[in-house]
């Protein structure tokens, strides 16, 4: 394969979901995380560190997720195989004949 399966497009691609799929839970984890108030909730620590593990299980999962696309990906490049010419067909246009 001249170009490779790792074109510049996929590259694009995976940046995003990787920053996508890391900063996307934290982001959601911090704005939860302003609703707990200690004169609140009963224990506001423990909210705040179940969040924090939610966030810590979503951004895993995200990874796993890209990494997944990623491989299938690479797996149908495989597949797919380099690109081949075939012979021309004889009494093409253009060929004089046989």
């Not at 995380?33 to 999962?61: E, H, T, Y």
């Not at 990494?67 to 490049?77: D, E, K, Q, R």
């Amino acid at each position: 394969m001249s170009g490779g399966w790792f074109t510049p497009a996929l590259r694009r691609r995976a940046a995003a979901a990787l920053v996508a799929s890391l900063a996307g839970p934290w982001l959601l984890g911090e704005f939860a995380k302003s609703f707990v108030q200690p004169g609140l909730a009963n224990d506001a620590v423990r909210r705040q560190l179940l969040i924090d593990f939610i966030v810590a299980g979503a951004s895993l999962f995200g990874l796993t997720m890209v990494a997944t696309w990623l491989v299938g990906c690479w797996v149908m490049a495989v597949m797919k195989g380099p690109r081949h010419d075939a012979d021309a067909f004889p009494g093409a246009p253009g060929e004089p004949p046989p």
